[in-house]
């Protein structure tokens, strides 16, 4: 089994395993996107405009919570100076953690945001677009968080600092997702978001390891 | 035991007028020795002297304020080195056979999951996740990396800590049987573990 293989693996099992680390956001998710409707009641033109920002919104705090422990159980634990120590470079395997992030956490976000966007009141017709849009806007998110989550990975109580360094690489696939699940220009704001999430997922690994390099000093 | 044969390469850990410092204290200064094959340097010295910090510096983990670390006859240092420390790298939720696979994949080591279960004494507790381990336990799992992937230079921060007669006697032997097959093995410890050191380097001292 490559390190790769090895990480992606693990890191997959732990997270839904009982650490709950992908139940938590998922739950976040739900709970965020179908109280809106009970909030702001049953009323269709509201729900129909402000449902995909929301929507969106949520998806990105979702993902947002899950970077906290990414890497600073790692540090805690010791299991970062293994890592260093592997063959496979730190890059790598810092890549098959946002993988196993993205299948622990991120399809699951895309599968759950069909329920959510019908509790929205967005047309069937809209949900292909709305379920591929968040597979590709989680891996942006994942992608950019890497980097924030190495960064702070001996910073203690750091959600608020994560926060500050990786909301403002949030905004673009925001930006396009809510444009695509709106039904706006669906195919370009498709391919904006495919950019996002393939520059964020090539480039971010390259910054974490070098950020989490230096937290092992 | 492992079936690795002697380590090809001549390895050799030197180290040269080292100097390492946490912040603004000098921890290390000027420190120069050199490991040959087959030989097992114990670091004594009283709590907050550097045998930690010098570990690290070997490893690679830590940047020497001045002076250098060199490990001869490897082309990447850090594919050559153990490093087994207070931190254990465990997963409370990872069974032990889970952590045994994980490192033998990261290490790209082929694994003899039952040699080294057998050969920690972890065999009965292979299924358990390691967060019911006691702390005893925890580290004959960590001290399982020695066994799954061959390395030729070990640095082993306190390796007996939590172990009880009978694990120490097993790291004992690990660490004979690696010199035998001409392996470095350096080891911070504040109690013999066993094998008679080669060298000995006080830290603290000035």
Same mark, same amino acid.
């Given at each position: 089994?490559?390190? !790769?293989? #090895?990480?992606?693996?693990?890191?997959?099992?732990? *997270? !839904?395993?009982?650490?709950?680390?992908?139940?938590?956001?998922?739950?976040?998710?739900?709970?965020?996107?179908?109280?809106?409707?009970?909030? *702001?009641?049953? &009323? %269709?033109?509201?729900? &129909? $405009?402000?449902?995909?920002?929301?929507? !969106?919104?949520?998806? #990105?705090?979702?993902?947002?919570?899950?970077?906290?422990?990414?890497? +600073?159980?790692?540090? &805690?634990?010791? $299991?970062?100076? +293994? *890592?260093?120590? $592997?063959?496979?470079?730190?890059?790598?395997?810092?890549?098959?953690?946002?993988?196993?992030? !993205?299948?622990?956490?991120?399809?699951?976000?895309?599968?759950?945001?069909?329920?959510?966007?019908?509790?929205? +009141?967005?047309?069937?017709?809209?949900?292909?677009?709305?379920?591929?849009?968040?597979?590709?806007?989680?891996?942006?998110?994942?992608?950019?968080?890497?980097?924030?989550?190495?960064?702070? #990975?001996?910073? %203690? %109580?750091?959600?608020?600092?994560?926060?500050?360094?990786?909301?403002?690489?949030?905004?673009?696939?925001?930006?396009?997702? /809510?444009?695509?699940?709106?039904? &706006?220009?669906?195919?370009?704001?498709?391919?904006?978001?495919?950019?996002?999430?393939? #520059?964020?997922?090539?480039?971010?690994?390259?910054?974490?390891? /070098?950020?989490? %390099?230096? +937290?092992?000093? | 035991?492992? =079936?690795?044969?002697?380590?090809?390469?001549?390895?050799?850990?030197?180290?040269?007028?080292?100097?390492?410092?946490?912040?603004?204290?000098?921890?290390?200064?000027?420190?120069?020795?050199?490991?040959?094959?087959?030989?097992?340097?114990?670091?004594?010295?009283?709590?907050?002297?550097?045998?930690?910090?010098?570990?690290?510096?070997?490893?690679?983990?830590?940047?020497?304020?001045?002076?250098?670390?060199?490990?001869?006859? =490897?082309?990447?240092? =850090?594919? =050559?080195?153990?490093?087994?420390?207070?931190?254990?790298?465990?997963?409370?939720?990872?069974?032990?056979?889970? @952590?045994?696979?994980?490192?033998?994949?990261?290490?790209?080591?082929?694994?003899?999951?039952?040699?080294?279960?057998?050969?920690?004494?972890?065999?009965?507790?292979?299924?358990?996740?390691?967060?019911?381990?006691?702390?005893?336990?925890?580290?004959?799992?960590?001290?399982?990396?020695?066994?799954?992937?061959?390395?030729?230079?070990?640095?082993?921060?306190?390796?007996?800590?939590?172990?009880?007669?009978?694990?120490?006697?097993?790291?004992?032997?690990?660490?004979?049987? @690696?010199?035998?097959?001409?392996?470095?093995?350096?080891?911070?410890?504040?109690?013999?573990?066993?094998?008679?050191?080669?060298?000995?380097?006080?830290?603290?001292?000035?």
């Amino acid at each position: 089994m490559s390190a !790769w293989n #090895a990480t992606f693996r693990r890191d997959f099992a732990l *997270m !839904w395993a009982g650490g709950a680390g992908a139940v938590a956001p998922l739950g976040f998710f739900f709970g965020a996107t179908l109280l809106v409707p009970l909030a *702001m009641g049953p &009323e %269709r033109t509201l729900l &129909e $405009s402000a449902g995909p920002p929301l929507l !969106w919104i949520a998806v #990105a705090l979702a993902v947002l919570m899950t970077l906290e422990r990414l890497f +600073q159980a790692d540090l &805690e634990d010791g $299991s970062l100076e +293994q *890592m260093l120590l $592997s063959p496979t470079p730190l890059e790598l395997i810092v890549l098959a953690k946002g993988a196993a992030l !993205w299948c622990a956490v991120g399809l699951p976000l895309a599968l759950a945001a069909a329920p959510a966007a019908i509790a929205l +009141q967005a047309p069937v017709s809209a949900l292909p677009a709305i379920v591929g849009g968040v597979m590709l806007g989680a891996a942006a998110f994942i992608g950019v968080g890497l980097v924030g989550a190495a960064v702070t #990975a001996g910073v %203690r %109580r750091a959600g608020v600092l994560i926060a500050l360094i990786v909301l403002p690489f949030f905004a673009p696939p925001v930006i396009f997702g /809510a444009a695509a699940a709106s039904g &706006e220009d669906v195919g370009a704001a498709l391919a904006v978001l495919a950019g996002c999430a393939f #520059a964020a997922m090539a480039l971010g690994p390259f910054g974490a390891a /070098a950020a989490l %390099r230096l +937290q092992a000093e | 035991m492992n =079936a690795a044969g002697p380590f090809p390469d001549k390895n050799a850990v030197e180290v040269a007028q080292l100097t390492l410092a946490r912040g603004a204290r000098v921890l290390i200064e000027g420190l120069s020795f050199r490991a040959e094959p087959g030989e097992y340097v114990e670091l004594r010295g009283a709590n907050g002297t550097g045998k930690t910090s010098l570990l690290r510096a070997i490893a690679g983990f830590l940047r020497p304020k001045g002076g250098q670390v060199r490990i001869h006859g =490897a082309e990447e240092p =850090a594919l =050559a080195l153990h490093y087994v420390a207070h931190q254990n790298g465990l997963k409370g939720a990872a069974s032990v056979r889970g @952590h045994l696979r994980y490192w033998a994949g990261l290490f790209g080591a082929p694994l003899d999951e039952a040699a080294a279960l057998d050969q920690l004494g972890l065999a009965r507790q292979a299924d358990l996740p390691a967060r019911v381990l006691s702390q005893g336990q925890a580290r004959r799992l960590a001290l399982t990396r020695l066994v799954i992937a061959p390395r030729p230079i070990w640095l082993l921060d306190e390796p007996a800590a939590a172990l009880d007669a009978e694990g120490r006697a097993v790291l004992a032997g690990l660490i004979e049987a @690696h010199r035998a097959r001409g392996g470095i093995a350096l080891a911070a410890v504040h109690e013999a573990l066993g094998p008679a050191p080669s060298r000995e380097i006080v830290l603290g001292l000035a």
